[in-house]
């Protein structure tokens, strides 16, 4: 199986700050013949499932709010959120697709600073 | 819109099976672009891919519970179904049933509320 990697665990960002979270792979998840990279994100929050972000890595799902963006290739990616807000303090998980079982990152935690 | 809703026991002794079933709304099953799973996630942990199913029947699941689980379709209910054999307490958790966007094992853009399933006797 693919092994995800997240970090930081959790992160605390002052309102209106930029959080970056990572996200390693243990082979990767780019595939050659259509170079695209097999990465969604989620967000967690409590009490909820999670909502997709972002799949092939960058490509902001329907309705997400442009201050979510994915970036990265091969086996490093990273989501960051340009401006907190509060309503963004969740968990967030990667997830690789790139083979099966799909699996996902263990979570980062961001709350307010 | 598209809404999955979970059901099921929520408690199940040691060493039997756990059912759960997905209810889908807002659209058909019988979709060729996606693909219907299960997902669980023990509390205050990460998420762990079951299986999938294919209105067409086709289905598939991870190497490490293939043993023990069926997932199966009914498109005259709209619904999926999980069958978990020979539970332990390591069962134990939130389950969701969730969408999977054209292929089994790819990104999911729909999730079900989840359903808490507790193996004890």
């Known amino acids: 199986d693919i092994v995800m990697t997240q970090s930081p665990d959790s992160l605390a960002v002052s309102l209106g700050e930029r959080a970056t979270i990572n996200c390693k792979s243990s082979?990767?998840?780019?595939?050659?013949?259509?170079?695209?990279?097999?990465l969604a994100w989620y967000q967690q929050k409590p009490g909820q499932p999670p909502k997709l972000l972002t799949y092939?890595?960058?490509t902001r799902e329907s309705g997400v709010p442009d201050r979510f963006s994915g970036s990265g290739s091969g086996t490093d990616f990273t989501l960051t959120i340009s401006s907190l807000q509060a309503a963004d303090v969740a968990v967030y998980y990667c997830q690789q697709y790139y083979t099966t079982p799909p699996t996902f990152g263990q979570g980062t935690k961001v709350e307010i600073k | 819109q598209l809404q999955l809703q979970e059901s099921g026991p929520g408690l199940v002794k040691p060493s039997e099976t756990l059912s759960l079933t997905c209810t889908v709304s807002?659209?058909?099953?019988?979709?060729?672009?996606?693909?219907w799973g299960w997902i669980r996630q023990p509390p205050g942990k990460g998420l762990e891919w079951i299986g999938s199913v294919h209105y067409s029947g086709s289905t598939y699941y991870s190497p490490s519970l293939k043993s023990r689980v069926i997932i199966s379709v009914d498109t005259s209910k709209n619904q999926f179904s999980l069958k978990l054999s020979s539970v332990t307490a390591a069962d134990t958790t939130l389950y969701y049933c969730?969408?999977?966007?054209?292929?089994?094992?790819?990104?999911?853009?729909?999730w079900g509320k989840g359903t808490t399933v507790t193996v004890s006797s």
């Open positions: 092939w890595a960058s």
């Open positions: 082979q990767s998840v780019l595939y050659s013949s259509n170079n695209k990279n097999y």
């Open positions: 969730a969408r999977h966007v054209e292929y089994f094992y790819n990104y999911i853009d729909v």
């Open positions: 807002g659209g058909s099953i019988s979709s060729n672009s996606h693909y």
